[in-house]
């Protein structure tokens, strides 16, 4: 199985390979982006069987070349969904987010509407939404239920 990770924050990126890796995901075959600009030309480049985004992430890098730096987008990954929802397939895809709430359409939607809204409106898979607070075990329990869902090959 293919993995897109596209997180910016070191900690919570590290949170997240780790649980990853503990479902039995090889690190071949995990891919991370830091920023908007780099997961959008990695959802057009390949396929992927999931996508894990975080919706608030950088656009670009000050340098061009990581995906990085540029000014954050609190939206971010909506842009990454409009991306996959262009390449015309559909994936399956965890939205984890420091916020208790997207924008979505100009549309504040609660995280628990989140994988409904965002399926409709972009045509993936969307697993479900889960609120990341470091070192609290209740966004792990959330992620490893929805990771759960997923037939791994």
Known sequence: MKVLLIEDEEHKAEDLTRRL?????????????IGVRQAVLQVMEGSYDLVIVDMALPTFSSKGDDGS???GQAVGGIEVLRALASTKTSTKII????????IVGGNRVRLHQAARVLSAKYKQEVLGAVLYSYKTPEWETAFDALLERIKWR
């Open 69 to 71: 730096g540029g000014g």
């Open 95 to 102: 939205i984890v987010t420091q916020y208790p709430d997207i």
């Open 21 to 33: 890796l503990d479902k039995g995901i090889a690190p071949a075959k995990l891919t991370r982006a």
